[in-house]
């Protein structure tokens, strides 16, 4: 089964930043899309972006232009670079993700990495 593990999270400050990681392991990593999810209080949790191997990547527009998305296949690892980050970006981050072309993701995730963004 494949499994996702998450780190990387943290406590900054208004404009500061993180970088989060996903390391994936279990499955063949060059058929995976894979999706960072941040969580808050009565939500399960909202994909902010993805990556596949394609090539393909993708930010919500929410956090465009301050988050940035990439991954590195020799190391199966999908990172979430964070920047001018907000108080509203205070949540849980985790990563899943789907087979390539897949219209769902896979039910499970990572145990997930707190961000806390508060001054």
């Known amino acids: 089964q494949v499994q996702f593990v998450e780190s990387g999270g943290g406590s900054v400050q208004p404009g500061g930043s993180l970088r989060l990681s996903c390391a994936v392991s279990?499955?063949?990593?060059?058929?995976?899309?894979v999706g960072w999810f941040r969580q808050t209080a009565g939500n399960r949790g909202d994909l902010i972006a993805s990556w596949s191997t394609d090539g393909r990547s993708n930010v919500v527009d929410s956090v465009k232009g301050r988050f940035t998305i990439s991954g590195d296949s020799a190391k199966s690892t999908v990172a979430l670079q964070m920047d001018s980050l907000k108080p509203e970006d205070t949540a849980v981050y985790y990563c899943?993700?789907?087979?390539?072309?897949?219209?769902?993701?896979?039910?499970?995730r990572g145990q997930g990495t707190r961000v806390t963004v508060s001054s």
């Open positions: 279990g499955t063949l990593f060059k058929f995976l899309e």
């Open positions: 899943s993700g789907k087979n390539i072309g897949a219209s769902t993701w896979f039910d499970y």
